[in-house]
């Protein structure tokens, strides 16, 4: 069974770090990501990693304070997100797919989703 695992969202000040994890399990995958989504607003990428390259590419609001890691031997991708602000408030979702893509910031590429852990800043 397939699945997708996240841990270590919370409440954080402004200026503050948190690292998320997603833990995979059930199978390999080509592409894992991040996506968040903030109240009233739709599901925004976040950033991704190419599991065997290593690669990654990032939304312009989180370039250079939110980057994804990975661990081999755990089968985990991590999101470490540094300089919050209030506006990265969102629940936020891994998601994984199989396939090669070359729109990795497209939701519908994406065929499993982790069930979301909740990140708050506050000012």
């Known amino acids: 069974q397939v699945q997708l695992v996240e841990s270590g969202g919370g409440l954080v000040q402004v200026g503050g770090t948190l690292r998320l994890s997603c833990a995979a399990s059930?199978?390999?995958?080509?592409?894992m990501a991040w996506f968040r989504q903030a109240p009233g607003k739709e599901r925004e990428f976040v950033g991704n990693l190419c599991w065997h390259s290593g690669g990654t590419y990032y939304t312009d609001s989180v370039k250079g304070r939110f980057p994804i890691s990975k661990d081999n031997a755990k089968d985990t991708v991590y999101l470490q997100m540094n300089s919050l602000k209030p506006e990265d408030t969102a629940v936020y979702y891994c998601?994984?797919?199989?396939?090669?893509?070359?729109?990795?910031?497209?939701?519908?590429?994406?065929?499993?989703w982790g069930q979301g852990t909740q990140v708050t800043v506050s000012s």
């Open positions: 059930g199978r390999t995958f080509s592409t």
């Open positions: 998601a994984a797919t199989k396939t090669t893509t070359q729109f990795p910031a497209r939701s519908r590429v994406y065929d499993y």
